[in-house]
């Protein structure tokens, strides 16, 4: 889905204050010491995270993460939270509303502490980030996926522009539990300004970020300029 305007674009909601609530637990003292561990490296040179595999000499495209304090996550419909779920790792996303329905492999950190990708292959699954949360715990799940996947052709995440506030998305985890989403809202905003904390920062709920790639590819097919973000917070569990 290609996008004209590099310009922040937010649906439903606005940018609001940053929630600074830390998960708990040995999880929790993990994910804190990852997130320092990005910002660190934000720090000293751009961080890349991934998702967007073009053809051309770089094949999964790059997000610059932007070194300036950055707005958090818009904010979300008040009300009750669901429990918590124990830690599980994700093997099948769903997203009903544009027809994604594909398995989820952990990713890591690559070289330069750069987020890792889903592998570049035909029909790639999407990636979830192995050092955030799992789906359905408190705190922010981060799930990549591609737009495109160089020479396969479209990827996993083709659509996820299309998504829209109140949609659904579920995760299966490994224990056979389900973390059923509402998507809150949806940003697209240039790499350039990547907001950094709204993704990766603490919030003291289960919520859920997928990522991928937007804007129009460069000519040489090198890769794109923006990125879609959506937000979305644990609505049911099963």
Not at 25 to 52: D, K, M, Q, Y
Not at 107 to 133: C, D, F, M, R
Not at 203 to 226: K, W
Request: proline share 11%; net charge positive.
């Amino acid at each position: 889905m290609r996008h004209s305007s590099r310009q922040q674009a937010v649906h439903r909601r606005e940018p609001g204050p940053e929630r600074t609530a830390p998960p708990r637990g040995r999880t929790a003292a993990r994910w804190c010491w990852t997130l320092a561990g990005l910002l660190l490296v934000v720090g000293v040179a751009a961080s890349r995270l991934s998702g967007c595999a073009a053809r051309g000499s770089d094949p999964v495209g790059t997000v610059q993460v932007a070194r300036q304090p950055v707005a958090s996550a818009p904010p979300t419909s008040g009300g009750a939270s669901p429990r918590p779920l124990a830690r599980s790792v994700p093997e099948r996303l769903e997203i009903p509303a544009i027809g994604v329905d594909t398995p989820v492999v952990p990713v890591g950190l690559g070289p330069g502490g750069t987020v890792g990708v889903p592998p570049i292959e035909a029909n790639a699954p999407a990636g979830w980030y192995q050092y955030s949360p799992t789906p359905g715990q408190v705190g922010p799940a981060v799930i990549l996926g591609h737009v495109t996947v160089g020479q396969y052709g479209n990827g996993v995440f083709l659509h996820l522009a299309r998504v829209v506030a109140g949609d659904r998305v579920v995760l299966v985890l490994k224990d056979g539990a389900s973390a059923v989403f509402t998507v809150d809202s949806v940003q697209t905003v240039a790499k350039s300004h990547f907001p950094t904390s709204a993704v990766y920062g603490s919030v003291n709920r289960p919520e859920l970020r997928l990522i991928t790639c937007a804007g129009p590819r460069g000519a040489d097919g090198s890769g794109y300029p923006d990125n879609t973000i959506v937000y979305a917070s644990l609505a049911t569990t099963s």
